[in-house]
Nanobody, 124 residues
Framework: QVQLVESGGGLVQAGGSLRLSCVASGQTFSSGTMAWFRQAPGKERSFVAAIAWRRGDTSYSASVKGRFTISRDSAKKTLYLQMNSLKPEDAAVYYC?????????????????WGQGTQVTVSS
């Protein structure tokens, strides 16, 4: 089992920045894919960004590309999401997810492990 714990959410004004963190523990893996998803009230959980843990290849949703940056620190087993130029529509609960197979998928069904989520609120 892999445990994922997110932190770093909060309230920020539009145009501001936040950095989310996700610490992995348990039976972690040296390869695979880790990703960030988000879910706003009344909406489905949607893909934000993913990173191949070993190679560092990244992918982003169109709505965040150029504003958000996903990264990882392998030694600390920590995943990050730097969010800049935040907009009110970015407000959501942000979830960290892990996929051992390294599919690099943007679909929730391909991720085996999930964190509990961290709330991001953006005021206009």
């Amino acid at each position: 089992q892999v445990q994922l714990v997110e932190s770093g959410g909060g309230l920020v004004q539009a145009g501001g920045s936040l950095r989310l963190s996700c610490v992995a523990s348990g039976q972690t893996f040296s390869s695979g894919t880790m990703a960030w998803f988000r879910q706003a009230p009344g909406k489905e959980r949607s893909f934000v960004a993913a990173i191949a843990w070993r190679r560092g290849d990244t992918s982003y949703s169109a709505s965040v590309k150029g504003r958000f940056t996903i990264s990882r620190d392998s030694a600390k087993k920590t995943l990050y999401l730097q969010m800049n130029s935040l907009k009110p529509e970015d407000a959501a609960v942000y979830y960290c997810a892990a996929d051992r197979r390294g599919l690099g998928s943007q679909q929730t069904r391909h991720y085996d492990y999930w964190g509990q989520g961290t709330q991001v609120t953006v005021s206009s």
